[in-house]
């Protein structure tokens, strides 16, 4: 029968290396709760109008690289999420969350884009965000990208470092508009047929562009920093004040216009120079007009996502120790009459705290297997300690504690009885 294999770009997240996620995301709720967000969880599948018009129709995602389909049954345009921003503010709008004030919340999960497979690109990926619903100030602009830096931070991530920029308000934005088209108007020879299909539709994300040939006239092109009034401005400075008190160093890249649609204000990426050209691990801004573009009340919000599998990979190529889970214990039972004197042991040890792998009988044994082979699972276990579940032991109410690192091989007799005495000092620290 033809072997069953995942789907190209969507990858099996195992064990050992499914440690580091939980590791990252126990980092990351720890920290979102110091910070004060609060979780929330949004459908995976959502309408597909949802998508067109939260992240606007000439963006990448909507394009081209969306999940769409019909559901067979009802007919409805279904997509799964690109990103999760959209779904956070519909869930918002749909039940009112704005009602008593602003709202801090994050998220983690899958996201698919049907893209081209490679180093940090998937078709299916993790993101964490961060969205702050309902405040219009610049110091939750700056809380936010404080809150990510902390996060580098607290991983031991290095090297990262951090773009801003800000897109004005939609009318200041028009008028750079046109001036960036009869700019680029006048530059046409040079455009590739991409910027030229954008040219009246997305001129912004024109200067987005990769292709060496169009660097020179996109670098000379209208700035839209040049375009913004009094108060965009100092919304703008008193992010960056914020984050300059705070010792975070940022450079402003006047290119930074991000893919989609909906940001207005201040925009953000944090970058490496370590995974070639998937580099971005974050980003972020400020996007006022979205809750209403859906059909919300209008509010204000700001926020950010990060790629998990590129933060994980950044921290690999940085060979950034993560913790390994290993068990503090290995039980070795060699014969089944020992199993429930021995079961019950290990919950009672679990109880109190200690990780415990059982040994089970491997397939193809007879019985639990032999002690040989017991004691070389033990080992590469990673356990500290081997439990040992003798006759002899057991018929005097005890059982072997053995050590498999440190002085390796010494043992000890342990009174089952006096369990809650003993069961701490199998515990590593952690
Ligand atoms: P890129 O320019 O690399 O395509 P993007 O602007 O499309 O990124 P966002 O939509 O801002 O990315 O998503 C936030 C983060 O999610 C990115 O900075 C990146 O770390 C991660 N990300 C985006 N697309 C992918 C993908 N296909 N595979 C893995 N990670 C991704
Ligand atoms: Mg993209």
Redesign the pocket.
């Known amino acids: 029968m033809q072997k069953l294999v995942a789907i190209k770009g969507m990858n099996d997240i195992l064990p050992p290396d499914s440690a580091r996620w939980e590791w990252l995301e126990d980092k990351v709720r720890n920290l979102m709760a110091r910070y004060a967000y609060r979780n929330i969880r949004t459908p995976i599948v959502e309408p597909t109008p949802l998508f067109v018009r939260g992240l606007g129709e000439v963006t990448d995602i909507v394009e081209k690289e969306m999940y769409s389909f019909e559901d067979r049954l009802n007919g409805e345009h279904l997509t799964l999420r690109p ?1 999760a921003t959209a779904g956070v503010v519909r869930a918002v709008a749909e039940h009112s969350m704005l009602y008593d004030g602003g709202k801090r919340l994050y998220y983690m999960g899958p996201m698919f ?1 049907h ?1 081209r497979p490679q180093r ?3 078709r299916q ?1 993790h ?1 964490i965000g961060a969205e702050a619903l309902g405040f219009p100030g610049a110091e939750v602009d700056a809380e936010l990208i404080l809150m990510a830096n902390a996060l580098w931070r607290e991983l031991g991530l290095q090297n990262v470092r951090l773009e801003l920029n800000s897109l004005g308000q939609p009318q200041e934005r028009q008028a750079h508009r046109a001036a960036l088209i009869a700019y680029l108007e006048q530059h046409v020879d040079v455009l590739d047929e991409e910027a030229r299909r954008r040219l009246h539709s997305n001129p912004l994300r024109i200067l987005d562009t990769k292709n060496p040939a169009m660097q020179a006239v996109v670098e000379a092109a209208p700035r839209l920093i040049d375009f913004l009034g009094a108060q965009s401005l100092a919304h703008f400075d008193t992010v960056k004040s914020i984050l300059t008190a705070n010792g975070v160093a940022w450079t402003v890249n006047p290119r930074l216009v ?2 989609m649609d909906y940001y207005n204000l201040t925009v953000f990426e944090f970058v490496t120079d370590q995974l070639g050209s ?1 580099g ?4 972020g801004g400020r996007y006022d007009y979205l809750i209403e573009q859906i059909g919300g009340k209008p509010a204000p919000a700001v926020g950010w ?3 998990v ?2 933060v994980l990979e950044l921290l690999k190529e940085q060979e950034s120790a993560v913790p390994a889970l290993v068990p503090d214990v290995y039980a070795v039972i060699p014969s089944t009459a020992a199993l429930p004197v021995a079961a019950a042991t290990l919950e009672r040890l679990r109880q109190a705290g200690v990780r415990v792998q059982m040994h089970a009988a491997p397939a193809g044994s007879e019985g639990m297997g032999s002690m040989k082979s017991q004691f070389k699972k033990a080992d590469a276990s990673g356990a500290l300690w081997a439990l040992i579940f003798g006759e002899d032991e057991l018929a005097r109410g005890s059982v072997v504690v053995k050590s498999l690192r440190d002085g390796a091989g010494a043992q000890s007799e342990r009174l089952l009885d006096a369990l809650a005495d003993w069961a701490p000092t199998l515990q590593s620290p952690r």
């Open positions: 990103e884009r893209e940090g690109r998937y990926f993101q991000r893919g998937q971005t691990i974050c980003g996502a990060l790629g599998e590129r």
